[in-house]
């Protein structure tokens, strides 16, 4: 996965806990789910152990398709740990 697109993506979930319009959150939970896919893929193609399960859960999360509700104070911690989690682990995830 390209570097920029994880950047992106981490900004994306910092932006998210900001008061912004619906539309915004439903545009990142589908962003959000297929990075975090895609990760999940790429972290079980490079053997990783537990990286792809934490990505997978993480995009089953956010998914856009069957949503989890659940109050905004915990998808502000939640985002924020997505983020941190993508720039924490990306270079186990980038492309080489």
């Known amino acids: 996965m390209p570097t ?6 981490s900004a994306m979930l910092f932006l998210g806990v900001a008061p912004l319009p619906y539309g915004y959150y439903t545009l990142l939970r589908l962003i959000v789910c297929g990075i975090f896919a895609f990760a ?3 972290a079980h193609e490079r053997k990783h152990e537990i ?7 993480t995009a ?3 998914n856009p398709i ?4 659940l109050p905004k104070d915990i998808w502000e911690f939640l985002d924020i740990c997505a983020g941190i989690l993508l720039l924490v682990t990306a270079k186990q995830i ?3």
Do not use: D, E
Request: charged letters at 10%; proline letters at 8%; a positive charge.
């Open 4 to 9: 920029p697109v994880i950047y992106i993506c």
């Open 51 to 57: 990286l792809p399960w934490v990505y997978g859960l």
């Open 60 to 62: 089953v999360l956010f």
């Open 40 to 42: 999940a893929f790429v």
């Open 66 to 69: 069957v949503k989890i509700y």
């Open 94 to 96: 980038r492309a080489t």
